[in-house]
């Protein structure tokens, strides 16, 4: 027969049930069922309940006393003890109180329970009754008795004792078999475990274990919870089930757990290290630093709290303080690898590199055949401006594997570095051939290829480079360098323009650009690029000298020695500079002497530079000595016969009289 107690009702006092009852009412008493007592959502009862089965969906202030199950469904909430043969806590349910587990439930459930109770109390007395008398009457029953009752005290003692020993030898068995990742057969060793004791904690947390390395994380909390229940008092249970809420996802409750297990737990260093890892992953770093510090305060050789620390506090800039924690963490585990390797980069950091290498050398020995710690190693050493360092590291990891395209690139750069260019050529063919799809190998190899005037190749190469990337301003600029020293003017040009438009304030750009178009005849065009540079940066002697010459080739001589001669303030000791200058004097006919004082230092410096010699001549010839002018402008043609200038200016020289210097002013020549 079933019943239901609707929302609403008010019952008070004690309450005699019989089969399946739901209950949204409110109960303030004591309730005796004799099949399944439910507390619906909406029922609240104050009072304990005696039955075969209680369900609680609501909220009940008091104790359960089930001869069978107690299920707490979701949302529920039990303020009470609960005594049953098996206990199932949903998620999201609320308990507050102990759990002791009942040996066996009853086979048959009783009619009414307090008929049941009187009956099984009635059957003791007339057997104790029954015995007693026999014995009076008979001496030798009585004996017998006496020693009939030692012997089953004596027999039930070993039972208990065998049964106990049974349990702790599953118990172990089932934890070594976890340690082993033999979760199924852990498993299967504590579910008989449950057989003999349905109290024991630590079998609950032991399948708890189980079912979260499965990833069963529902079934390890419903576990965990139970463990909990028996052991309210274990931290350890309390931070494994945050563990599994932290896997889950669900945060709230990880951090909730974590802090249970802290309260409960104040002195278990494990709880609070475990806390900090979860702070800090969600952000919270001062708080992890507070909880790490906590672990290594409750237990000193706990390297790895001690480890967590240091990065920690390394984070928060407290160096000094890092590298003590980190030291400490080696003390307890001298050849921990990432722990030599971070203290390394700590005393990079403090500039204290003959110790940082000590650790980091310690690394390359305790991992000779570990490939990316050597790369690490190797990074570590470069950032530092370590080159022979960083190669030996990089050299050690190209050994291992030989095939690696990251190695080689990384070996190129450092031969670059190095002023290495052939080696350097050698790694980055070798980088593009192994990821021929490495867009930026391809510049960088396209870029030395360039350097040592290997044209040709380079033009294929920058090309490849950008098919594929299309917007790497570099690879423009580069590959119109390229095209420039070919002759391709044009095709250099637009390379160089499309350079500009990617990085449009990049003064090696602009600077590339207008000198292509310097070669181009396009000097407008030049100085407009070049009037851009100047203005990014005022001071820039080749935009200045760049602009003397363009004015030079357009015959705005006046205008041209202006800006040679602000070149020559920007940089007093430039020849080329004293040379252009020098030379414009001689063409506009003035400061005659300031030009040979300038063409003599070039010439001490050069004494056999065709285009200098060429200068001198000019000067001569301003100067109206003929004779001089002619002897030095054979010199030149001695040192390049082929020149058809040198030989115009000799014609020149020897068949044009020069105008007057008072004429050449006079006349305002541009």
Request: proline fraction near 3%; aromatic fraction near 8%; hydrophobic fraction near 35%.
């Amino acid at each position: 027969m079933d019943s239901y107690f609707e929302k609403g009702v008010n019952l008070r006092g004690t309450l005699w049930v019989k089969g399946n009852v739901h209950c949204d009412a409110d109960i303030e008493g004591v309730v005796y069922s004799s099949d399944h007592f439910i507390v619906g959502p909406f029922g609240h009862l104050k009072g304990d309940i005696h039955s075969y089965n209680v369900s609680n969906m609501g909220e009940i202030k008091g104790n359960i006393f089930a001869d069978n199950k107690t299920a707490l469904m979701h949302h529920s909430k039990l303020c009470g003890d609960i005594a049953a043969y098996q206990l199932v806590i949903d998620e999201g349910a609320n308990f507050e109180g102990r759990c002791k587990m009942i040996e066996a439930p009853f086979v048959e459930k009783a009619k009414k329970p307090i008929e049941t109770a009187k009956k099984i109390v009635s059957k003791r007395k007339q057997k104790i009754s029954y015995v007693s008398k026999a014995a009076i009457s008979n001496p030798l029953l009585k004996k017998v008795s006496i020693f009939v009752g030692a012997t089953i005290i004596l027999v039930g003692f070993v039972v208990f004792l065998n049964s106990k020993l049974g349990l702790e030898t599953q118990i172990k068995t089932g934890y070594r078999l976890i340690q082993e990742n033999r979760y199924g057969e852990a498993e299967s060793e504590f579910k008989k475990a449950l057989g003999k004791s349905r109290n024991e904690p630590r079998v609950y947390a032991g399948l708890a274990e189980v079912y979260f390395n499965n990833k069963r994380y529902n079934d390890a909390i419903s576990q965990f919870k139970r463990s909990i229940a028996l052991k309210p008092s274990s931290s350890e249970y309390r931070y494994k089930l945050a563990k599994v809420y932290h896997a889950q996802g669900k945060l709230k409750d990880a951090e909730k757990s974590y802090r249970s297990a802290i309260e409960e737990g104040s002195g278990n260093a494990e709880a609070y290290f475990l806390f900090g890892v979860f702070l800090e992953e969600q952000g919270k770093l001062r708080e992890a630093t507070t909880s790490y510090r906590k672990a290594t305060e409750l237990k000193n050789n706990f390297y790895q709290a001690h480890q967590l620390l240091g990065q920690a506090l390394a984070k928060e800039g407290e160096l000094d303080e890092a590298i003590q924690e980190l030291k400490l963490a080696l003390k307890h585990d001298k050849n921990n690898p990432s722990v030599h390797l971070i203290l390394g980069q700590l005393l990079m950091k403090l500039n204290q590199g003959e110790e940082a290498a000590s650790h980091l050398n310690k690394v390359a020995d305790l991992l000779p055949q570990d490939f990316q710690a050597r790369i690490k190693l190797a990074d570590l050493y470069l950032e530092k401006g370590m080159l022979e360092q960083s190669l030996e590291a990089y050299s050690a990891a190209a050994s291992l594997k030989p095939e690696n395209a990251e190695v080689q690139v990384r070996l190129g750069k450092i031969f670059s570095d190095k002023k290495n260019i052939n080696s350097a050529l050698i790694a980055y063919r070798k980088a593009v051939r192994l990821n021929p799809k490495d867009a930026e190998s391809q510049y960088q190899l396209g870029k030395l290829l360039a350097s040592t005037k290997q044209h040709k190749e380079a033009k294929v190469v920058l090309e490849k480079s950008l098919s594929l990337r299309a917007d790497h301003a570099p690879t423009y600029y580069e590959l119109g360098r390229v095209l420039l020293a070919e002759g391709n003017i044009e095709d250099a040009e637009n390379r160089l323009i499309r350079a500009t438009e990617i990085e449009s304030s990049n003064v090696s750009y602009l600077l590339a650009i207008s000198k292509a178009q310097v070669e181009n005849k396009e000097y407008d065009s030049a100085l407009e690029y070049l009037f851009k540079v100047v203005k990014l940066e005022p001071k820039n002697t080749d935009a200045v000298f760049t602009i003397c010459n363009t004015y030079s080739k357009k015959r705005h001589y006046s205008t041209a020695i202006g800006h040679c001669e602000k070149a020559l303030k920007l940089n007093p000791e430039e020849l080329d500079i004293m040379n252009r200058l020098a030379w414009l004097y001689a063409k506009k006919g003035i400061k005659i002497d300031l030009g040979l004082e300038l063409i003599q230092k070039t010439l001490k410096v050069y004494p056999k530079r065709s285009d200098y010699i060429d200068t001198l001549s000019e000067l001569y010839y301003a100067q109206g000595d003929i004779v001089e002018a002619v002897k030095e402008i054979r010199k030149a043609i001695d040192l390049k016969p082929s020149n058809a200038y040198y030989k115009q200016q000799l014609w020149k020289f020897k068949n044009v009289t020069p105008k007057p210097l008072f004429s050449r002013l006079e006349e305002g020549e541009s």
